[in-house]
């Protein structure tokens, strides 16, 4: 982490309501994340972390209903994860949307 630096991305491995996501602006950030959620502030969640790069631009998410032979797509979701307006600030799991073709129906 030390060696690549930041950006970089602090996961909870596992379930944590939407807040188990830190995108950490310096290596101390990341630092503290990793604390926090061995520290047990998200429970079961936060017993194991993710440390992932950090990948600019937009994400989304597609979802489908599957049952081994057939997908039935239904729609694209994205997260707008900060709470301040530039990208800054925390995550907030209440900032998101559904998608009407922005690009993402490819």
């Not at 990793?34 to 440390?51: H, R």
């Not at 994205?78 to 907030?92: E, S």
């Amino acid at each position: 982490m030390r060696a690549r630096g930041a950006p970089i991305v602090v996961k909870a491995d596992g379930l944590a309501a939407g807040k188990g996501v830190v995108v950490a602006t310096s290596v101390e950030e990341a630092d503290a994340a990793i604390d926090m959620m061995f520290a047990g502030t998200l429970g079961a969640a936060g017993a194991a972390v993710v440390v992932e790069e950090f990948l600019a631009g937009e994400e989304a998410s597609f979802f489908a209903l599957c049952d081994g032979e057939t997908a039935i797509p239904l729609a694209a979701a994205q997260d707008h994860k900060r709470v301040l307006d530039g990208g800054r600030g925390p995550q907030h799991r209440r900032h998101g949307r559904l998608l009407a073709g922005r690009g993402h129906d490819r």
